[in-house]
Each structure stands twice: as C-alpha cells, then as structure tokens.
C-alpha cells in the first residue's frame, strides 16, 4: 500500500496555469500505473492523465494539448494550462499495481470565469 497526498490546487482564473503535485510514502516508479483523475460537483470521477511504469503518457481528449503528466521516483504531478471554468473540480492522484488501488484524498482546483 501507498499513501499519496496532492498539493498546488487553488484558485484561478480562467486561462491561467497551475501545477498539481502528488508525493507518494514510497518509491512508486516503475512499480505503479499512476494517474490523475478528477471529479466536478454532480458528475463521475474521470480520468484526466496517466503515466505507465514505462514512462507511457495518456490523456483524456480535454486535457492533451493543454496538461502534461510527470513522474519521478516518488512523485507525480500535472501540469495544467489554459484552464477553463469547465476544469474545476476535486483532483485525485492514483497509484495502480494489479489489485492494489490507492487514492489520495483529493484536492481543489477551481477555475473562475
């Protein structure tokens, strides 16, 4: 089991920059499948970016472009630019190995139009 906090959400104004940081209580590379999702007031958590144990990147349709996903030993974290009112919402970092499925406990970003 992992123990993964985020940190960097906010708030910001519409078309601003912000960086979402995910520390891990242990060296999660190459180990974990990690990703970013988020979920908005009324709607399901979605998948926002992952990153494999291989360094393979993947994005959901609104964020390529637009956010990048990092990893280093221990860490994640997601870069996002050119944010839109429609990217507020509670993000969560997540650490994957099989059946093992961490979270952390989400953070706020909220973008004002």
Known sequence: QVRLEESGGGLVERGSSLRLDCSASRTVFPIYFMAWYRQAPGKERELV?????????????????????????????????????????????????????????????????
Not at 77 to 96: H, K, R
């Open 49 to 113: 970016a992952a990153i494999s144990n291989a360094g393979v990147t993947n994005y959901a349709d609104f964020a390529k472009g637009r956010f990048t996903i990092s990893r280093t030993e221990n860490s994640i974290a997601l870069d996002m630019n050119a944010l839109e009112p429609e990217d507020s919402g509670v993000y969560y970092c997540n650490a994957n190995k099989g059946n093992a499925d961490n979270w952390g406990q989400g953070i706020q970003v909220t973008v004002a139009s």
